[in-house]
């Protein structure tokens, strides 16, 4: 999340605050924003209803300071599996606008990943070569 709209957000909730010299419809965009988060300690968390057991989930909101951290920490307790699987273990905990997107230009540019990506070709393209070979060498033999 931009760091401005947590300020935002953090500022009207904790003692219903406003930065200085704002015009009343930004006053309301913040209002409405604010309504889907909440203060914990000092951590601002997002508020969710869980789709499958309806109840509601909180989720640690991410400043842009902190996303590279938490996008390594969670793709590698993923066990470097795709996007996917980073994105779903993010989404179990962590909460920014654009974790999809944040997650493959992160999951592409890992190295781990990348070199995987490569022996997992060459594994397959083998295995191909093996399952074809005994086709032909039984229509050798007819
Ligand atoms: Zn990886």
């Not at 909440?38 to 601002?44: F, P, Q, R």
């Not at 470097?80 to 980073?86: L, S, V």
Request: with cysteine.
């Amino acid at each position: 999340m931009d760091p401005e709209e947590y300020e935002q957000i953090f500022g009207y909730l904790s003692d219903k605050r406003y930065p200085n010299d704002i015009k009343e419809s930004e006053k309301r965009r913040i209002r409405k924003m604010s309504y889907k988060f909440v203060i914990e300690g000092s951590d601002l968390f997002y508020l969710e209803k869980d789709k499958l057991s309806d109840n509601m989930v909180k989720r640690l909101v991410i400043t842009k300071d902190k996303l590279s951290t938490v996008l390594k920490m969670c793709h590698i307790s993923s066990g470097h599996q795709g996007i996917n699987k980073t994105v779903n273990r993010i989404n179990e905990r962590y909460y920014w606008k654009g974790i999809v997107e944040n997650t493959r230009k992160f999951v592409k540019q890992c190295e781990i990943c990348q070199e995987t990506k490569q022996k997992g070709k060459n594994y397959s393209s083998r295995i191909k070569f093996c399952f074809h070979w005994p086709k032909s060498l039984g229509k050798n033999r007819n």
